[in-house]
């Protein structure tokens, strides 16, 4: 590996914000206030009407939010599990990873027990796939049906 500094000088605008008096934030940095902290005494909290999760690094809930469906059943208990955690754990990323897709398997059942039949075909989008990329439809659907026929095959085996 080369360890030489290279002369980019050449390139229009290289080194521009190398001059500290240029840089357009430089004189807030050296206040005689001190570093300037910006804060809203008017910041109103959205109305909390169904349970919010929130990272455990924050003392409370971010004034705006968006709302989905509130966190319930296994994909719910995987969630709040999630945020109980910091979010530079694994154990705050993967089940909320998990999560996800227990959740979709959760809603082909609600969709089963309501008496609809979800369309997974065209769901997952594959009438498409099939139109503008037959190749990858076909290797997605060998692999899946590899996984399939050899968890069978185990199965069976041990019994």
Not at 124 to 146: C, E, M, N, R, V
């Amino acid at each position: 590996m080369n360890n030489e500094i290279k002369d980019n000088s050449h390139i229009k605008g290289w080194g521009i914000d190398a001059d500290p008096k240029n840089d357009p934030t430089y004189p807030i940095q050296h206040r005689k206030e001190g570093p300037f902290k910006y804060e809203r005494k008017d910041q109103k909290q959205q109305p909390i009407t169904q349970e919010v999760l929130h990272s455990n690094e924050r003392p409370n809930v971010s004034a705006v939010y968006g709302l989905g469906p509130e966190p319930s059943g296994l994909s719910g208990k995987l969630r709040r599990f999630a945020f109980e955690h910091g979010e530079g754990e694994f154990s705050h990323w993967i089940p909320l990873i998990l999560a996800d897709r227990v959740n979709a398997i959760e809603g082909v059942l609600d969709d089963l027990k309501n008496g609809k039949f979800p369309n997974i075909i065209i769901e997952k989008g594959w009438p498409a796939q099939w139109k503008h990329d037959k190749k990858g439809l076909i290797k997605k659907l060998s692999i899946y049906t590899a996984i399939t026929v050899g968890t069978i095959w185990l199965i069976v085996r041990k019994k």
